[in-house]
């Protein structure tokens, strides 16, 4: 009997993991889906995504003992950035048990699983909320959720020192022939400019319905306002802010220096500042006391 370990003290018979794939193979190639009712295939479709999210454990698992990235990428048929962060989420599994365990019972899917890790390796003790959440919700909203969990956690730790060394800005000329504008912004800088651009576009929008124009989609408008915003025109918002950021009075009575547990320095919707960064923007704007609970 051929054995391999898969966690410390608990014994897998690979043989037997050799024997369901040889089964699922022999059931793949008997497969016909257009023989099936739409009924039968949802539920056999049910069951492979189980198959699958049994499989991903293994993967995810298993990864932790494959050091080498670039092996891990050819096993797994990935990029090299794919087999670094499945490697990553498969050292968080060691140390987790509520994500080791709904990986394991097939509760997550490895995307999922990805995400959550992400979180829980910043802040530990995150992954039972978030298995939660995504069991519950959509997946675009376990990833918010554990993008901002991430960046709470990691705002004391010279997150906006990074932010800022990750500025980028780079073009590209596609199969098209369209010219291709890719910016990465800090939060402070990038919010106005994406709040001034989509209240441009939404004007754009109204006026192309008013003269019957019901075809060209928010993202060609959108386009056209940016376009015009770098060109230097553009009028933004009328009244709204373009920015808003949300700081904890104990924050700037302790002189801008830290965010302490259950306190915020953040943009809404967006997330968390450093709160130097708030402290300049605070000199030129319209300041508003709110009190709140919860």
């Not at 022999?26 to 009924?39: F, H, Q, R």
């Not at 698992?61 to 962060?85: C, I, P, Y």
Request: proline share 4%.
């Amino acid at each position: 009997m051929n054995e391999t370990f898969l966690n410390e003290g608990e014994l897998v018979d690979d043989g037997l993991v050799d024997a369901a794939l040889e089964l699922l193979e022999k059931e793949n190639a008997g497969l016909d889906p257009e023989l099936m009712t739409g009924a039968a295939a949802r539920k056999l479709l049910s069951t492979y995504v189980k198959v699958g999210r049994a499989a991903a454990f293994g993967i995810a698992a298993l990864s932790r003992k494959v050091n080498d990235t670039e092996e891990m990428a050819r096993l797994t048929g990935t990029s090299m950035g794919q087999a670094r962060t499945l490697q990553a989420t498969g050292e968080v599994l060691a140390r987790s048990d509520d994500l080791s365990n709904a990986l394991q019972q097939g509760a997550v899917s490895l995307e999922q699983a990805t995400e959550i890790a992400s979180a829980e390796e910043s802040c530990p003790g995150s992954a039972g909320e978030l298995v939660a959440v995504a069991q519950e919700q959509p997946f675009h909203v376990l990833k918010d959720k554990a993008r901002k969990t991430k960046l709470e956690a990691e705002q004391q730790r010279g997150l906006g020192e990074r932010q800022r060394d990750a500025r980028d800005a780079r073009s590209y000329v596609d199969p098209l022939g369209m010219m291709n504008i890719h910016l990465r912004l800090q939060p402070h800088v990038g919010v106005p400019l994406v709040a001034r651009a989509e209240a441009d576009a939404q004007r754009l929008a109204r006026a192309a319905r008013k003269e019957g124009d019901n075809d060209t989609g928010f993202a060609q408008h959108l386009a056209d306002a940016y376009a015009e915003m770098l060109a230097g025109g553009g009028k933004g918002r009328a009244k709204r802010p373009e920015l808003v950021i949300l700081v904890s009075h104990e924050v700037a009575q302790r002189g801008w220096r830290d965010v302490r547990a259950g306190e915020v320095c953040k943009i809404p919707g967006v997330g968390p500042i450093p709160p130097d960064v708030a402290k300049e923007i605070a000199r030129d704007a319209f300041l508003s006391g709110v009190i709140y609970d919860g």
